[in-house]
């Protein structure tokens, strides 16, 4: 089977994980996997040497609505020409742009579509123009998979049972190197530099209890928008000396096996990619329990912490007592290595054997 796989450009954090673990172990499986990207650049991700990537360079900025209307013209035809080309079996592709944009390029061109959404559509911040597109177009690909059962729930009467629940894999490297966690004790987080993770109130979080635990550090993994005002804040809150932000790393594993607790602030969120990693590599949560995804990977009281969303005070809180006892850190850690059986990737690759098979692609 001939699988293009396709997104909007490198950064694009956990979609971008996902997209790279799945061509991996596709390829494994003896599929043939192309990675198309709208922009000019390889993954970030390290992909087997036989998976080809095709850099469409499409993805410039878009000015004006004019303008914006032809640059999407221009990505559709770029990406019908290389459907045409490569001719596949199936075409998947990640996030809400590049689905609708798949979608419309893959018409008429004998092709399956899966559109992939990595976030809760109702907590995206989509405007008109996309979010008209993305009622009007969904319902022609062939499938579209939701990450957590809530928001599948909430989708499939409108998508007529073309909706699939298709959680994130967890795939947890086993190699290890020396990171540059500069403290005895560490807290950890990871994602893009954006509002929508919420590391503003991390920060505002740990400079409440910062001063009871100066053995202990904050890092925060990943690069984006936000990271002027974010270093702003910690010079701000006193806090340079025990929060360090290092851009985004390729070994993330390394960094979370050697933390002592993963903090997750986001304000929405689809099926966390990286702290299922982080909890796959033996490290306790504490997370925010907002409405889509943390609940479906942390057991409050067995693996992690789950406090109310957006609740500043009750975050510093929780991470104080868990800082305070390390019996309790390994404990939940111990439980934490779990996520690898309840979210692993030989789960997931069955899930999408069946998908492929009822579309009939399984066997091509």
């Known amino acids: 089977m001939r699988i293009v796989m396709v997104i909007n450009c490198v950064g694009c954090g956990g979609a971008e994980r996902v997209l790279s673990a799945l061509a991996n172990a596709w390829c494994e499986r003896g599929y043939e996997v192309i990675v198309a990207t709208m922009d000019d650049s390889v993954p970030f991700y390290p992909l087997a040497p036989s998976i080809r990537v095709l850099p469409l360079k499409v993805a410039s900025e878009s000015g004006a609505a004019i303008s914006a209307v032809l640059g999407n013209f221009r990505r559709i035809a770029a990406l019908r020409r290389c459907i045409r080309e490569v001719r596949p079996d199936l075409v998947v592709s990640f996030m809400t742009h590049t689905n609708v944009l798949a979608i419309l390029a893959a018409r008429g061109c004998g092709v399956r579509v899966v559109a992939c959404e990595h976030t809760d559509p109702r907590h995206q911040k ?9 009622v009007a177009v969904y319902p022609f690909a062939d499938a579209v998979t939701f990450l957590t059962s809530n928001v599948l729930k909430r989708w499939n009467s409108w998508l007529k049972g073309k909706a699939q629940l298709m959680p994130n894999p967890v795939s947890v490297n086993a190699a290890r190197e020396t990171v540059a966690l500069k403290h005895p004790h560490n807290l950890i987080a990871a994602g893009r530099l954006i509002e929508l993770k919420g590391f503003d109130m991390l920060i505002d979080a740990f400079a409440a209890i910062a001063g009871k635990h100066k053995d202990w550090g904050l890092t925060i993994l ?3 928008t936000k990271r002027v005002q974010l ?3 910690v010079r701000e809150a006193g806090l340079a ?10 070994n993330a594993h390394s960094w979370f096996a050697q933390a002592d607790i993963y903090v997750l602030t986001s304000r929405y969120e689809g099926l966390p990619c990286a702290l299922c990693e982080a909890m796959g590599c033996g490290t306790p949560a504490v997370s925010f329990d907002c409405e889509s995804g943390p609940r479906d990977i942390v057991r409050d009281g067995v693996d992690g912490v789950l406090v109310p969303p957006g609740d500043v ?4 809180a929780a991470l104080d007592e868990l800082m305070n006892d390390e019996e309790r850190r390994e404990r939940l850690g111990s439980r934490a290595a779990e996520i690898q059986q309840r979210f692993g990737m030989p789960l997931t690759l069955e899930r999408w054997e069946r998908l492929f098979a009822s579309l009939k692609v399984a066997d091509s």
């Open 231 to 233: 270093e702003k804040q």
């Open 222 to 224: 990943g690069e984006g």
């Open 313 to 316: 005070p009750a975050l510093a």
């Open 126 to 134: 989509l405007n008109f123009f996309w979010s008209t597109l993305r």
């Open 241 to 250: 000396a025990q929060v360090q932000l290092p851009g985004s790393v390729r």
